[in-house]
Every structure is written in structure tokens, then in C-alpha cells.
């Protein structure tokens, strides 16, 4: 398996402007969770779902960020308008329900917006 | 409210020697804590997952205590390599949201030759 694929790995963008994080979440998994992570905040959890249903959007810092779902397979993390503080590594996990279901990490997205 | 402290916040040592990373939680209930690796420019992996009823668990060089009536964690590494300098991540699973989980700011080892 190629593990959780996320795209782009890098992304520069000027205030103002749309932007669209994907990922593709390990084959068989059922949980898939959004982070965000900064120098000052660390690790923070955005969104997860489950089944492709948002369980959990408390971490959704304001009604720029939305997430979606649409099938087992995708996710996006969109931020529209962006702004300089939304600069970050965005990571997107997934994991298999159970007792001990581990997250898998992909390689993350550096979002700086200027 | 649920939280992970981690201390130290840095860590500076010598190749080979040994260290200790502490993490002290809140989480309850409680139903796991795991200690993830996370390499520069790179997602976190897991190192090692605790349960309530474990004290102690070893992967390789890398071994995790849990006192769960304290609710203290440690990560313990020995004999260090240059690949050990990486953030050490404690996380903690548990509280009302059964899906959430708790994420402690992480300590930064750096392993110098």
C-alpha cells in the first residue's frame, strides 16, 4: 500500500485566494482526520470522519476552513479566503476503527500564504 | 479538559547515551497512549501504543512506561543514534469523544555525534 497520499506537498499562495488540500486516505480505512501544524500551536486536530460522515469539526478554526468527504477515497480541506495565519503543515491521517487504531500520517502539505 | 504535557520541551545529547521523555496527561476516561516519531519534513509514526493494564512495552531501543493511576508516560531511548533527533509526540485516546484524541506538543531530541 502506498500509504496516505496527499496533495500538493508544497503550496504558495497570496491572501485572498482559494486553496485546496487533498488526500487520499490508506484503502480500507474507515476514520480520516485533518490536522494542522505550527511552530507556536503543534499538532492540532481540524476534522475527522468517520464512514465519510464528519463526526468532529470543533477544531475548524473559522467558516474560511471547510472539509469534505465525498467518497471513501478523497478528502479536501479547503480555506477560502486565505490569510499569512493560515500558513502551515496540513496533515491528513487515516486509521481503521478498533481498540487500538493507530493514524497513519501522510507526508503533509507546507501551506505559506503571503 | 482533556491535555498532554511533555517535557522536556527540547532535548540536547551526545551519541549513544541514554534519555528519558516525560509525558503527564489528564484524558479520562482513559483507553490508550501512544508515542509517535516525528522526522523532520515528515508525518508522525508510531512508535508505541499503551493500555491500561500495560506498565511497560519495548520496540527495539525505544521503550514506553505507563502509570495509569498517576497518569504519567515516559519514552525511554538507549543508546542513542543520530536517527533518534526527531520530535517525540505522546498522544493520548480517550475522554467522551471516542474517535479524538489528545496530542501533547511534542519534545525535539537532537542526538549529536
Known amino acids: 500500500d502506498a500509504g496516505v497520499i496527499q496533495s500538493p506537498r508544497h503550496e504558495v499562495t497570496e491572501m485572498g485566494q482559494e486553496v485546496t488540500l487533498r488526500c487520499k486516505p490508506i484503502s480500507g480505512h474507515d476514520y480520516l482526520f485533518w490536522y494542522r501544524q505550527t511552530m507556536m500551536r503543534g499538532l492540532e486536530l481540524l476534522i475527522y470522519?468517520?464512514?465519510?460522515?464528519?463526526?468532529?469539526d470543533s477544531g475548524m478554526p473559522e467558516d474560511r476552513f471547510s472539509a469534505k468527504m465525498p467518497n471513501a477515497s478523497f478528502s479536501t480541506l479547503k480555506i477560502q479566503p486565505s490569510e499569512p495565519r493560515d500558513s502551515a503543515v496540513y496533515f491528513c491521517?487515516?486509521?481503521?476503527?478498533?481498540?487500538?487504531?493507530?493514524?497513519?500520517f501522510g507526508p503533509g502539505t507546507r501551506l505559506t500564504v503571503l | 479538559k482533556n491535555q498532554v504535557e511533555q517535557s522536556p520541551q527540547s532535548l540536547i545529547i551526545l551519541e549513544g547515551k541514554n534519555c528519558t521523555l516525560q509525558c503527564n496527561y489528564t484524558v479520562s476516561p482513559f483507553s490508550n497512549l501512544r508515542w509517535y516519531k516525528q522526522d523532520t519534513g515528515r508525518g508522525p509514526v508510531s512508535l508505541t501504543i499503551m493500555t491500561f493494564s500495560e506498565n511497560t512495552k519495548s520496540n527495539g531501543r525505544y521503550t514506553a512506561t505507563l502509570d495509569a493511576d498517576t497518569k504519567q508516560s515516559s519514552l525511554h531511548i538507549t543508546a542513542s543514534q543520530l536517527s533518534d533527533s526527531a520530535s517525540y509526540i505522546c498522544v493520548v485516546r480517550g475522554g467522551t469523544n471516542a474517535g479524538k484524541s489528545t496530542f501533547g506538543d511534542g519534545t525535539t531530541l537532537t542526538v549529536k555525534p
Open positions: 491521517a487515516s486509521s481503521l476503527s478498533g481498540r487500538y487504531n493507530e493514524q497513519f
Open positions: 470522519f468517520n464512514n465519510n460522515v464528519p463526526i468532529d
